[in-house]
């Protein structure tokens, strides 16, 4: 109960972390998925044959993590490309309980523009998905308009990291 009241300061009002993936777009994660900003050199690993959106892994406390661009994967066709693609200035680490019977909890990396920061979430800040929202439905959960940068998704980090090969490429957008 102490717990809910912490989070939930007056019974509509949760806490989120706002990701900067983009100059002009912004995506949101709740308070407890992010766990870690990595600001300093980092060294990628480039994966072949893998979607542009997700071709890069990075080594993190000893795991193999799969960095995603959502930036890349919303504004982009679904290419495959080998070719290197921008390193981001930053990334930061989300856990999410994967899919299955273990229901472990797995990391992944998220392509950042800037550092992100906290914000207090209400209902009555819900709103619809920004451009290319058939993209957007199949990696967010709702979206909420941002005081300063409008509408602002919230991922969900399932649906983004998920064990099913080309889960998010099911949604084509011609």
């Known amino acids: 109960m102490e717990q809910n009241a912490e989070n939930n300061i007056d019974g509509n009002t949760c806490k989120a972390w706002v990701l900067p993936i983009a100059n002009d777009m912004n995506v949101a994660v709740g308070e407890f998925e992010m766990i870690h900003i990595i600001s300093e050199w980092l060294r990628f690993y480039t994966v072949p044959h893998s979607p542009t959106y997700c071709n890069k892994i990075l080594i993190w ?19 495959i490309n080998n070719n290197e693609s921008a390193v981001p200035d930053f990334v930061c680490i989300v856990a999410y309980r994967a899919e299955g019977q273990t229901k472990t909890i797995q990391f992944g990396a998220v392509s950042l523009s800037a550092l992100p920061y906290k914000v207090d979430v209400t209902d009555e800040l819900f709103c619809g ?27 969900d980090l399932q649906r983004i990291y998920c064990p099913e090969p080309f889960h998010l490429d099911m949604v084509r957008v011609s």
Request: with cysteine.
């Open 61 to 79: 406390q000893g795991q193999l993590v799969p960095v995603f661009d959502i930036n890349l994967y919303i504004k982009s066709q679904y290419s």
């Open 129 to 155: 998905y920004p451009d290319e929202e058939q993209r957007w439905a199949s990696i967010a959960l709702s979206c909420f308009q941002h005081a300063e940068y409008g509408p602002t998704p919230i991922v």
